[in-house]
């Protein structure tokens, strides 16, 4: 009889093609958690995530289910998987759940964090762990721009020319705007993400923080549906997965919320329980 396992991963996403696996060679977070697990489990172990991150991409609390036969104690799939597994990621949570938990179907939304450094020379320090602008950003500004993107629309500005989805259309259930010194971090939840969305959401926003671009062009840019109107994409660096969130009954391990070196944020209800009183957070 088999048993369903679910793990929460944090990784480094530097070093990697991204989550996915890919041909012999090509170096993806999917191809080191399997091989690690497979040891553990002593048979051929493959996980399902909970949102597949690109190249760069990093996560905090990345969700992952997978298959197995054997009885394994939550330690020897935490500590144990661990001791496999190169420095740049780590298993750190894990439970058994019901046999019709799905992590990518069963998540009711998912959530970034696209963390901004600003300064006026380059950091060394998490050199790849954030996105450097020597620019001085108006968090005010982005907070306000960033109001727009709340609840369903046509996010076709906001797509990569090959995204695989069948619509652009996604439902964004908070999006708030937080500055901790020299960090700004856009912290965002929708019920899915399509290709290079929250990057291009970065390249507007932080062009209106900039004031390259007035507040106004981000609803522009959201009505064009075109993806030519939208600007920049933003760097990879910056992006955290930091959270999938599932029905209680599945018991899905919950950490604080990521990445470890910013400061914990009061949470935001959400959008579709009070769209009117979404709050658009600036903490200093």
């Not at 190249?55 to 990345?62: D, I, K, P, Y």
């Not at 969700?63 to 799939?77: A, K, N, Q």
């Not at 209106?208 to 939208?230: F, H, M, N, S, Y």
Request: with cysteine; glycine share 6%; net charge neutral.
């Amino acid at each position: 009889m088999t048993k369903k396992v679910v793990l929460v991963v944090e990784y480094d996403g530097s070093a990697y093609k991204g989550w996915q696996s890919q041909k012999f060679g090509v170096p993806s977070v999917q191809e080191k958690i399997e091989t690690a697990l497979s040891v553990i489990a002593n048979h051929d172990v493959k996980v399902i995530c909970a949102g597949r991150t690109d190249s760069g991409v990093h996560a905090s609390a990345q969700v992952i289910h997978f298959e197995t036969p054997v009885e394994r104690s939550v330690r020897s799939w935490t500590l144990g998987t661990n001791t496999h597994l190169p420095p740049d990621i780590s298993i750190v949570a894990a439970s058994y759940v019901a046999e019709d938990f799905h992590a990518r179907f069963s998540a009711l939304s998912r959530r970034y964090r696209y963390v901004i450094y600003q300064s006026a020379l380059r950091p060394a320090v998490l050199a790849k762990g954030v996105t450097w602008t020597y620019k001085e950003l108006d968090a005010g500004a982005m907070a306000e721009a960033a109001s727009v993107f709340l609840g369903t629309h046509d996010f076709t500005s906001f797509r990569a020319v090959g995204c695989q989805a069948n619509t652009p259309v996604r439902t964004i259930l908070n999006f708030s705007v937080h500055q901790f010194g020299q960090y700004i971090v856009l912290d965002v939840r929708a019920n899915a993400f399509l290709h290079h969305m929250i990057r291009n959401f970065a390249g507007v926003l932080m062009a209106i923080g900039a004031g390259e671009k007035p507040v106004a062009w981000a609803k522009e840019v959201l009505d064009a549906k075109d993806r030519c109107k939208g600007g920049i994409t933003a760097p990879p660096f910056g992006l955290y997965f930091v959270d999938a969130e599932y029905p209680p009954a599945f018991n899905v391990p919950k950490l604080p919320l990521g990445p470890h070196f910013l400061p914990y944020v009061e949470e935001l209800p959400y959008v579709e329980e009070a769209l009117s009183s979404v709050d658009k957070v600036i903490s200093c």
